[in-house]
């Protein structure tokens, strides 16, 4: 199984950028897929998932109303409206429906947002 993430990359306050997680090696119809993110010298927080059959989508509140999760045969993630505080390493991941951990991660991919 692979998740390879791309797409990050440096912007200013207010752009936009788009996220993509190329997926291969098993069927993911039963699985969420999901976006986390790490800045520097904080924990790995969750951004946002959606199930693969389906499509629904959840949020954390920081995201809410200004990224959107979605997918066709890979899974984005369109940042619009930036902020520095979106500064991070990004990684997307994918789980079983039927489970809480995400067992597959792909290498992360870091975005900056400059003021």
């Known amino acids: 199984v692979q998740l390879q993430a791309s797409g990050g990359g440096s912007v200013q306050a207010g752009g936009s950028l788009r996220l993509s997680c190329a997926v291969s090696?098993?069927?993911?119809?039963?699985?969420?897929m999901g976006w986390f993110r790490q800045a520097p010298g904080k924990e790995r927080e969750f951004v946002a998932t959606i199930n693969w059959s389906g499509g629904a989508t959840y949020y954390a509140d920081s995201v809410k109303g200004r990224f959107t999760i979605s997918r066709d045969n890979a899974v984005y993630l369109q940042m619009n409206s930036l902020k520095p505080e979106d500064t991070a390493v990004y990684y997307c991941?994918?789980?079983?429906?039927?489970?809480?951990?995400?067992?597959?991660w792909g290498q992360g991919t870091p975005v900056t947002v400059s003021s």
């Open positions: 991941a994918a789980r079983r429906r039927d489970l809480s951990r995400y067992d597959y």
């Open positions: 090696g098993r069927d993911f119809s039963n699985y969420v």
